[in-house]
Nanobody, 123 residues
Framework: QVQLVESGGGLVQAGGSLRLSCAAS????????MGWFRQVPGKEREFVAA????????YYSDSVKGRFTITRDNAKNTVALQMNNLSSEDTAVYFC????????????????WGQGTQVTVSS
């Protein structure tokens, strides 16, 4: 099992940047594909980004491509999401997730979840 704890959320003005971080417990972090999802009230949790076991491959939703960057540090058991040029449409609770088997864009592809961190972008 792995436990995930997100940090770095907050309030930022449109056009600004935030960096989210997710710390994972356990000694097998490098065996998990890591992803970020986000959710606003009344809507489904949506895929944002994912990164392969080694960090060599990354995947993004069309809505964040070119603005967000996902990275991981297997030595520190962390995954980060650098978010630039934020807009009000990025306001959501952001969740870190871990998958054992494959990279996916559906929430059902992921086995473990953090509790989320709120990102609010003011216009």
């Amino acid at each position: 099992q792995v436990q995930l704890v997100e940090s770095g959320g907050g309030l930022v003005q449109a056009g600004g940047s935030l960096r989210l971080s997710c710390a994972a417990s356990g000694r097998t972090f490098s065996s998990y594909i890591m992803g970020w999802f986000r959710q606003v009230p009344g809507k489904e949790r949506e895929f944002v980004a994912a990164i392969s076991w080694s960090g060599g491959s990354t995947y993004y939703s069309d809505s964040v491509k070119g603005r967000f960057t996902i990275t991981r540090d297997n030595a520190k058991n962390t995954v980060a999401l650098q978010m630039n040029n934020l807009s009000s449409e990025d306001t959501a609770v952001y969740f870190c997730a871990a998958a054992r088997l494959r990279v996916g864009t559906e929430k059902t592809d992921y086995d473990y979840w953090g509790q989320g961190t709120q990102v609010t972008v003011s216009s």
